[in-house]
């Protein structure tokens, strides 16, 4: 996806608003029915519909994910950046894409503690790109995502469902360019939750 030009005159502005406009509604649980019904929606999605990253729809029978598992479901403690601001992300083709770098985000995950750069879109939710070591081996080598909803905010954290982290349609297709997620968010652990590697 590029970023549209005039966006740029509006980047500060809503910058400033999603900064300090975070609500502290309590966040939806999700449960292992409810990652179930999302899953089956985004094979269906991926095998009819016209946006598809899928090359041979007719041969296509579903993705393939890790069994839910509700220890992925992490509240994290946000820690907002001192100023919101632009920034570059580089992408798989070489081009930069601009999002909003919130901040970072911690938690004790196993028996680590972990920090991850937290980014913002210009609609004011959160995305979350990280590579873990269950890559290159289980899961895409170039690493997956997370899009997390404002509601999943309450009392400064932030709460991450691992189990519905996906992989970038240039895992599907080199047609595609997709966010690298930066070095600082890689994870010295396995994370066994979410998409697997399509083959």
Avoid: H
């Avoid at 393939?64 to 920034?87: G, H, P, T």
């Avoid at 770098?101 to 979350?128: H, P, S």
């Amino acid at each position: 996806m590029k970023f549209n030009k005039w966006f740029l005159f509006l980047i500060p502005i809503i910058a400033i608003l999603a900064y300090f406009s975070i609500p502290t509604a309590k966040p939806v649980d999700e449960t292992g029915a409810d990652v179930l019904k999302i899953r089956r929606e985004k094979d269906a999605a991926f095998k009819a519909g016209e946006e598809s990253p899928i090359k041979d729809k007719t041969q296509f029978k579903g993705l393939k994910y890790y069994s839910f598992n509700k220890d992925y479901i992490v509240d994290f403690v946000l820690e907002k950046a001192e100023k919101a601001q632009s920034v570059d992300i580089k992408m798989t083709d070489g081009t930069t894409e601009k999002l909003i770098l919130f901040g970072k985000i911690k938690a004790d995950i196993q028996t680590f503690t972990v920090t991850l750069t937290l980014y913002q879109r210009e609609n004011g939710d959160f995305f979350l790109p990280f590579k873990d070591k269950s890559a290159p081996t289980e899961t895409y080598g170039g690493g997956r995502f997370l899009d997390l909803p404002l509601t999943n905010v309450k009392n400064n954290r932030l709460r991450v469902d691992f189990n519905l982290a996906y992989n970038p349609y240039c895992a599907y297709n080199e047609e595609f360019a997709c966010p690298i997620p930066p070095a600082e968010n890689t994870l010295p652990i396995r994370i066994e939750a979410g998409e697997k590697l399509f083959n």
